[in-house]
């Protein structure tokens, strides 16, 4: 036998190590991508962890240290009524993040249905619903919250209603599409042929093909409910005081403009999330886009 022949064979490579690989090879093309997702996953573990990386109590005050700028036993600073800013950021960033989320949900629930009604239905439902969606796009999504929020009275749960209210149009009209384009495809004639019923249609077979579109949309979304929610809050609409959240410390912050850390670090925190869940959005459409990777 050769020294050839003793040599030991490699393992063939498995399915998820394959997975693995492609996946790695994705982010290596897109470094962006990559950073976002470091970004997202730092702030999602510190925000996790806000119990054992906080440095205090978020709500006690502490008047002995108040409007101390950053320093070891402070890394953000401290507030005007002593409180670490950091705690705060961190705490803060369960109320701002999870709201977000809450609020796609939500509104990509809610439109997802009605446009798959009207995508599916006879033309007067459809006329009903979309001629609702038009009235709602018509107004900015800040400012119909707003008079949603005002009206239900400031705070969290309130913001995430007001939001959500003012969110699922865009899902609605996407949605209808998806479901239009879908519904004239064979594999849906054939289950129509099989004696489906409607509703089964739509939700076992032709759903079930436009969420991949809808989920790629409701991730990318969650940047820009990261900063509306935070613009909620800003204005008073949202989370009361002394609980933390990244809005209304910002708003806090405004009033002491001389200690810069006190607004600058939680805006920071809206801002790096922001455009960590942005630059994903824009890697995923130049991924699905095959005119934009030609160009590349």
Known sequence: MSAADMRPVPEPRTALSRRIAGKLAVLREHP?????LMIILAWCILIAGAGIFAFADPLRPDIMVRLKPPSLAHPFGTDQLGRDVFTRVLYGGRSTLVGAIAVVSA????????GAVAGFSRRWVDELI?????????????????????ALGASLAHGVIALAAAWWPQYARVTRGLVLELKSL????????????????????????ALPTLLV???????????????????????????PEWGAMVAEGAQVMDQWWVATCPALSVLTLVMAFNMIGDSIRDRMDPWLRQRR
Do not use: K
């Not at 509104?107 to 009605?114: E, H, K, M, Q, V």
């Not at 509703?199 to 077979?205: E, M």
């Not at 990318?220 to 613009?231: E, P, Q, S, T």
């Open 217 to 243: 949309m409701a991730a990318v979304d969650i940047g820009r409910a990261i900063l509306n929610f935070a613009m909620l809050s800003f204005l008073g609409l949202g989370a009361r005081p002394p609980a």
């Open 32 to 36: 962006a991508m990559a950073a976002s």
């Open 107 to 114: 509104g990509a629930f809610i439109g997802t249905l009605l």
């Open 186 to 209: 064979d594999y849906v004639a054939a289950a129509h042929a099989a004696g489906r019923h409607p509703a089964g249609v739509l939700l076992w077979v032709i759903l079930p093909n």
């Open 130 to 150: 979309m001629r609702i969606t038009d009235m709602v796009l018509s107004f900015p999504i800040i400012i119909l919250a707003m008079a949603i929020a005002a």
